[in-house]
């Protein structure tokens, strides 16, 4: 007897509408609905102050775990513009996971502004050890590219090239 798939939580990618990501987070914690928001640190400085924002990573996005029934809740909110069905559930999870995982780190992370094509490399050292990325360009530091393919951006960060591994 195999499970119906309308049982499991599967992975959804909200496409909000314009500066409503956080909004949407909010909305998702008052339903219950798990979710992601990456976001990064951005330090800005004033005349007499400096002030400290947490930005989205992937701006316009949310990540959403939640079962199929939960769905027609989401569409109905005034923050999303549309709601994409995963196609590649374990891919998605493990590529949001590395740049989740990455976050988490004191390492520099920032949106690449496009995936280019570059050298698949193995992380060797360092808080991200095993993982695997793209290099993006390279100028004494490499900067690494962790891909979300799904929805065609990546996040950069930047290391040292003794602690990649061409693979």
């Known amino acids: 007897m195999t499970s119906d798939p309308n049982d499991s939580i599967q992975w959804y990618v909200a496409h909000t509408r314009p500066r409503c990501e956080k ?17 990064y640190r ?4 004033y005349t007499r102050k400096v002030v400290e924002f947490q930005k989205p990573l992937f701006p316009g996005y949310l990540f959403l775990e939640m079962l199929p029934h939960q769905r027609q809740k989401m569409v109905q909110s005034d923050f999303v513009g549309n709601l994409l069905d995963v196609p590649d559930q374990e891919e998605f999870r493990q590529q949001l ?17 496009e995936i280019k094509v570059g050298s698949h490399v193995l992380i ?33 960060v930047r290391l040292h090239a003794d602690e990649l591994e061409s693979i």
């Not at 951005?42 to 400085?45: D, L, Q």
């Not at 360092?126 to 390279?138: A, S």
């Open 23 to 39: 909004k949407l987070a909010r909305y998702c914690l008052e339903q219950g609905v798990p979710h992601n928001l990456p976001c």
């Open 42 to 45: 951005s330090v800005r400085k």
């Open 97 to 113: 996971g590395n740049i989740l995982e990455a976050l988490q780190t004191e390492l520099e992370i920032r949106l690449a502004p």
């Open 124 to 156: 060797k050292r360092g808080p991200l050890q095993g993982m695997i990325g793209w290099v993006g360009r390279r100028t004494g530091m490499v900067d690494v590219l962790l891909r979300l393919d799904f929805i065609g951006q990546a996040a950069t």
